[in-house]
């Protein structure tokens, strides 16, 4: 560059000797100082455009890298899978608040001051600086000191797939199961970021195997619940055939028994088309204003008709004025189905009282009884299609166990929950809620029937 401004200069210099011999030195100096001044003002002119432009550039940069930031920050924050950036030294450099869940990670949701809730700003971006842009690098921050991966979870499982990741470069697949803080299991896909980073991704697959576990019991339990019956259809049809239909003592029982077992299958099936139909959606409510107190007593007689020799009482306490928002024909299925359980699995003497309670907008009904009661263990599975809790006895007990299933999902198209509280030995209370008749609905219910 000096090289260049010396020789301009000389051959500047030699030209204007060339062009002015007779100059004298001041007026050549003065000559000088213009012409320099002109270029300076020209050179710095064009300097301060390239300059600003590059200004310009930068503060576009920096916006767009601070927008993927935030983009970034709220992708991680909402992401139901966790995530987890761990350096060569094993230590977390990112997570989100999905792994903070599962880990023992401080929360990343920040507190009120602008600072997480507890522990280091993982899940801030920003400070992650070298992360964006490419190529990503370790964790550079003095202020910062990383978590340490073995602190966060001891799992030999999810740290050495982390090391094989950073030390080998390649991507490793791991199932976790973690027990704490609550028993779950993760797909873990860990793969190398640049290289000196390994990020995992935690994809809870608890439910999806809990779903893999229902369906492959229900198709088993649907065999052996068809199986029963259509032995017994067999079997009867073969003694009949064997001689068995001329013996006019026992004829007409045994055709009485294949018309039995045929009915309970048949009953089966259309149990199973008809959940089928309401858990697609495919069953269409026509919801109008129903009186509790009468539809209850309604079901009542119906099941008092259905187990003679029960032995069972049956109390309501249900308030008159009380209307609910329900399809009369699905609400009284819904009562059919708890009641019906209620005497079943009832012991000889014992009652089932139906109540309701007016809550904010919706009406919460209440069928008790003085039964076996359920097992806590078998309590949430009791919702699920041809689930039967203790087997031994609810073989002696007719049913296929898909009542409460169609019960649930009947209550969940009214837009209520179901839910069940029991006592072994001493008695069951089966829950629901419906939404509460606005008084113009029951008004015309009333006008209806004047
Ligand atoms: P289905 O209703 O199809 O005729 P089910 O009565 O056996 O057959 P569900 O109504 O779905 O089936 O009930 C599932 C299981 O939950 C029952 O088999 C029984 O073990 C248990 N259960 C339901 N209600 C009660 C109750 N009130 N007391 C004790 N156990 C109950
Ligand atoms: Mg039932």
Same mark, same amino acid.
């Given at each position: 560059?000096?090289?260049?401004?010396?020789?301009?200069?000389?051959?500047?210099?030699?030209?204007?000797?060339?062009?002015?011999?007779?100059?004298?030195?001041?007026?050549?100096?003065?000559?000088?100082?213009?012409?320099?001044?002109?270029?300076?003002?020209?050179?710095?002119?064009?300097?301060?455009?390239?300059?600003?432009?590059?200004?310009?550039?930068?503060?576009? @940069?920096?916006?767009?890298?601070?927008?993927?930031?935030?983009?970034?920050?709220?992708?991680?924050?909402?992401?139901?899978?966790?995530?987890?950036?761990?350096?060569?030294?094993?230590?977390?450099?990112?997570?989100?608040?999905?792994?903070?869940?599962?880990?023992?990670?401080?929360?990343?949701?920040?507190?009120?001051?602008?600072?997480?809730?507890?522990? @280091?700003?993982?899940?801030?971006?920003?400070?992650?600086?070298?992360?964006?842009?490419?190529?990503?690098?370790?964790?550079?921050?003095?202020?910062?000191?990383?978590?340490?991966?073995?602190?966060?979870?001891?799992?030999?499982?999810?740290?050495?797939?982390?090391?094989?990741?950073?030390?080998?470069?390649?991507?490793?697949?791991?199932?976790?199961?973690?027990?704490?803080?609550?028993?779950?299991?993760?797909?873990?896909?860990?793969?190398?970021?640049?290289?000196?980073?390994?990020?995992?991704?935690?994809?809870?697959?608890?439910?999806?195997?809990?779903?893999?576990?229902?369906?492959?019991?229900?198709?088993?339990?649907?065999?052996?619940?068809?199986?029963?019956?259509?032995?017994?259809?067999?079997?009867?049809?073969?003694?009949?055939?064997?001689?068995?239909?001329? %013996?006019?003592?026992?004829?007409?029982?045994?055709?009485?028994?294949?018309?039995?077992?045929?009915?309970?299958?048949?009953?089966?099936?259309?149990?199973?088309?008809?959940?089928?139909?309401?858990?697609?959606?495919?069953?269409?409510?026509?919801?109008?204003?129903?009186?509790?107190?009468?539809?209850?007593?309604?079901?009542?007689?119906?099941?008092?008709?259905?187990?003679?020799?029960?032995?069972?009482?049956?109390?309501?306490?249900?308030?008159?004025?009380?209307?609910?928002?329900?399809?009369?024909?699905?609400?009284?299925?819904?009562?059919?189905?708890?009641? %019906?359980?209620?005497?079943?699995?009832?012991?000889?003497?014992?009652?089932?009282?139906?109540?309701?309670?007016?809550?904010?907008?919706?009406?919460?009904?209440?069928?008790?009884?003085?039964?076996?009661?359920?097992?806590?263990?078998?309590?949430?599975?009791?919702?699920?299609?041809?689930?039967?809790?203790?087997?031994?006895?609810?073989?002696?007990?007719?049913?296929?166990?898909?009542?409460?299933?169609?019960?649930?999902?009947?209550? @969940?198209?009214?837009?209520?929950?179901?839910?069940?509280?029991?006592?072994?030995?001493?008695?069951?209370?089966?829950?629901?809620?419906?939404?509460?008749?606005?008084?113009?609905?029951?008004?015309?219910?009333?006008?209806?029937?004047?």
């Amino acid at each position: 560059m000096t090289i260049a401004a010396l020789v301009l200069f000389v051959a500047y210099e030699s030209v204007k000797t060339l062009l002015f011999p007779g100059l004298s030195v001041i007026s050549s100096h003065v000559i000088t100082v213009m012409v320099v001044t002109i270029m300076t003002f020209f050179v710095s002119r064009y300097a301060f455009r390239r300059y600003s432009a590059a200004l310009v550039e930068i503060n576009r @940069q920096t916006e767009m890298t601070e927008e993927t930031n935030r983009l970034l920050s709220a992708v991680l924050a909402t992401m139901r899978e966790g995530v987890l950036i761990v350096n060569s030294d094993m230590r977390i450099v990112l997570y989100n608040d999905a792994a903070a869940r599962a880990m023992k990670l401080p929360s990343t949701i920040r507190g009120k001051e602008g600072e997480q809730a507890s522990g @280091q700003a993982f899940s801030d971006i920003s400070r992650l600086g070298a992360l964006t842009p490419s190529p990503i690098q370790p964790f550079p921050s003095p202020r910062f000191d990383p978590y340490r991966l073995v602190d966060a979870t001891r799992d030999p499982l999810i740290n050495s797939a982390f090391r094989r990741a950073l030390d080998e470069g390649e991507s490793v697949e791991a199932r976790v199961d973690m027990a704490a803080p609550e028993a779950r299991s993760f797909q873990l896909n860990v793969a190398p970021l640049g290289r000196n980073l390994a990020v995992g991704v935690f994809f809870d697959i608890t439910q999806l195997e809990r779903l893999e576990r229902v369906r492959r019991e229900f198709f088993a339990n649907l065999s052996h619940e068809l199986r029963t019956p259509l032995t017994a259809i067999l079997a009867y049809a073969e003694t009949l055939l064997d001689g068995a239909i001329d %013996d006019r003592e026992n004829n007409v029982r045994f055709i009485e028994k294949l018309r039995k077992h045929a009915a309970r299958m048949s009953e089966m099936i259309s149990d199973i088309s008809d959940l089928a139909a309401i858990e697609s959606g495919k069953v269409k409510l026509a919801p109008s204003a129903v009186r509790l107190r009468s539809i209850v007593a309604e079901t009542f007689n119906l099941t008092e008709a259905r187990h003679e020799k029960s032995n069972v009482t049956f109390s309501s306490s249900v308030p008159d004025n009380l209307f609910v928002m329900a399809d009369r024909a699905r609400l009284e299925q819904i009562l059919c189905n708890l009641i %019906d359980n209620a005497v079943k699995f009832n012991r000889p003497g014992g009652s089932v009282t139906v109540t309701a309670d007016a809550r904010e907008g919706s009406v919460a009904i209440h069928v008790e009884d003085t039964g076996i009661g359920i097992a806590s263990s078998d309590l949430p599975r009791v919702f699920e299609r041809l689930y039967r809790a203790d087997k031994s006895r609810s073989r002696k007990i007719e049913g296929s166990g898909l009542g409460l299933a169609i019960v649930k999902h009947l209550v @969940q198209a009214h837009g209520g929950e179901v839910s069940a509280t029991s006592e072994i030995g001493r008695g069951s209370r089966f829950t629901f809620t419906l939404p509460l008749a606005a008084a113009q609905d029951a008004a015309a219910h009333l006008g209806e029937f004047n």
